[in-house]
């Protein structure tokens, strides 16, 4: 009824809006906005709904779980005093409940709203440039600049949307509204920033795919800085938090007497920014990157011959990328872990705290672990985004020469699948080693490090493989919703490993994770993750048989996948 | 000879959408066919069954004596293939997918030799730059990096799907080229077409679907058989059509007359035109262009009918 009758109501005309969106660069950017909104009507809200309800329902059972301030003293005392927990979540700004969610949940809502950031400019501005999607849109009156104007415009509405969302929802909780409202502004204008580093990224390749490795790259980069600014001790690089964008959700300390003015560095960077990218955008062709395609082989190489080659060959560059990254990550993360010896003995209490969960070397392996871990579920992302190319190449339709060769599907299936499994096992013999050796040869014993840390990394590796499993089975029986199903099994797994044990889930629940049952390696006496609220994970001895049990699991996902493969319609 | 490709009753469904609906297609080795249809008529869904990328759901099918979902692997060593729209691997340069998809295909010294001296000539033939990333090529170019790598292959059976939708008409006539020598160096060639031209041209026979189904299949001799000849005359004086059957879309005016006719009709207008007085005469038989057409609006008028009728 009322729709008939919408139909019939005479259609309102079109405001018409002057200056440089009538026939200017800009013409056409609210139109494509609208477009925009509309095709990311499900992600986008998907997205701030994932941050909002994050943060929010996560802060509400902190408060719940430490009421009083006695059940959050020894909460703050660790967090105070335990690298691998200053490293993962930053510096706490007093005792409050608040302070406390901000400390657990800010800098982590503010690495997802950047995520949101990155993948929503990217792909409505040099995503829809490589398929050719812009230059239908570029045809019609639409202006020069208006694409890269209308996506920072939707990054940027969906940004405020969270921190409204975000500063209406926390005070409910029973928050202080000014703290509430600081971390709001602390996650919103993170996100923001990294829209506006998006928007440069995808100015400089050619391809999206990089443009989004270069945006991660950053958002790594600033993870980094803060986390071993904040790991470091008070005689290391503690600037190293103030000079990126989520270190500035600490610096800004909300509930532990907000500094407002730290808020201009993240929008200054966000001007800086969106400036940049349509400086770089004015001067460029489209389609093209920075740099120039310079011609390549008339013929293929010796090498190039079946589907195991050319699968290495389209991963090549992003494994490599991958390692790089590690590489260096994991080395000034081992050579932060020196700091620790400072940090004992500095006081009193912290001494009596040391020793409760296990004194100075459970500490660091402690730590130590924490980034193993960390190694593992990053390179099970790695892991899944090379098996989804088996995904996009489906869909793309540059799977049908490969099929049409002679060349089975489980043989292709297998093709990217191996490249995963194996780049996933070089990320984390990377990041064993280069801890071990960051580490070593900081504090002494390079060679021991390294060999220690190396076996530490690869026991990530069977976990690692159960989450690559599930994504190549999800490719293979559900390929429309392979993609939302890997990737919220990985999500799931960091939810649960980085806050699933402090919120005191039942090991049911944290079960669920694979990384729960890797034993925490170097041996430490669980002072950080286990399973609460039981006694300390007995140190000292290591179970393979979860490992074992972990890797068949990891390989018959893969075979179930490449199964339901060889049943299904192509394309 | 058996047929290279030989499909009886045909069906697939994707969800609810009917794709095929009972086609039927005989290739012979050794021909050129034209697999025609309006868009969306089932060619490449068809196409697709044939090469083992989708599972059919009904009927009958065979691949050069083989089993195209079961056997998929071997048969494709005996095949080539171009897609309607050819995507290629953006930072592989053309020269290198053109290597690549043949050894894909078959990875013996034999067959590379073989390629190897045609790859050469083709590429010249159809002036591409082999150096170039594939990301930089136009649509046109990406289609000839398929049918290079297609034709300079040893297989067979070709399987072109809409070939030429990006050449330029000097590139769709060193496609034409390249295909009358295959056709007399032996190989089978499914090609399947909406620009009817090309059929005539090159096809032996042809197969017409609309609708998931076989409407039409024979030599092009045999179609225009079945239909219409267009008459265009000049005449001494008026003439009287009056009682005479087989007539459409008749336009007389004065002494000048067009109209098409039946061929079985056909003697009995001449006829009546000699008795007249003929000035100058034209006839000529249907292109296939209004063979399609008269068969494609046949089809949609029944279509409404049954639309009209079952109507609760």
Redesign the interface.
Known sequence: MTTAMAERAPKLPVPKITGAFEGGPLTGAGALAKLALRRDRIMLPAWVYVVVIGVASNAYTFAKLYETASSRASLVASGESNPALLFLYGRLNGNSVGALTAWRYGVWGALFASLMSIFLVIRHTRGDE?TGRLELIGSARVGRQAPLASAIAVAALANVVLTVLLGIVLPFLGLPAAGSLALALAIGTCGLAFAGVSAVAAQLT??ARPARGLALGALGVAFLARAVGDAAGASGPGWLTWVLPLGWTETLRPFGGERWWVLALPLALFVACVWLSFALAAGRDHGAGLFH?R???????EA????FT?AG??QW?ALAGWAAGYAVLFAVCGAAAKGINQLVGTSGGLTKEFTRIGGQAEILNAYLATLMLLAGLAAAAYGVSAVLRLHSEET???A?????????RARWGMSHLVIALAGAAILLAVAGIATGLGYGLAAGGAGTETARMLGAGLAQLPATAVLIGVAALAFGAVPDGSVAVAWTAVGLAVLLAVFGPMLQLSHWVLDVSPFTDVPKLPLSGGVWGGRPPGPAAPGGTLAPVPLVWLGVVALALCAAGLAALR????? | MANAIEAHGLRKRFGKATALDGLDLSVAAGEVHAFLGPNGAGKTTTI?IL?????KDGGDVSLLGGDPWRD???L??R?A?V?G?????????G???????A?????SPAARQGELKRRQELIERFDLD????A??YSKGNRQKV?LIAALASDAELLVLDEPTSGLDPLMEAAFRDSVSAERRGGRTVLLSSHILSEAEALADRVTIIRSGRTVETGTLAELRHLTRTTVDAELDGPLSLDGLPGLHEVDAEGTRLRCEVDNAALNELLRRLTATGVRTLVSRPPTLEELFLRQYSDQSHDSERDRVTPAP
């Open positions: 490589e050619a391809g395609d011609p390549g082989r008339p013929a293929a190489s190039l011959r079946g589907p050319l060959r389209l560059p793309s339709g540059r049908d020469p490969v099929l049409v060769g002679s060349v089975g049943r299904r319609d192509i394309g | 697709r090469l083992g990328l989708l599972r998929a692997t071997t494709h060593r095949l293939y897609p729209d050819v995507t290629l691997w953006p930072s592989l340069t020269g290198e997918i053109i290597d690549l998809l050894r894909l295909r078959d990875d082999p150096s170039k990333k990301r930089a398929a």
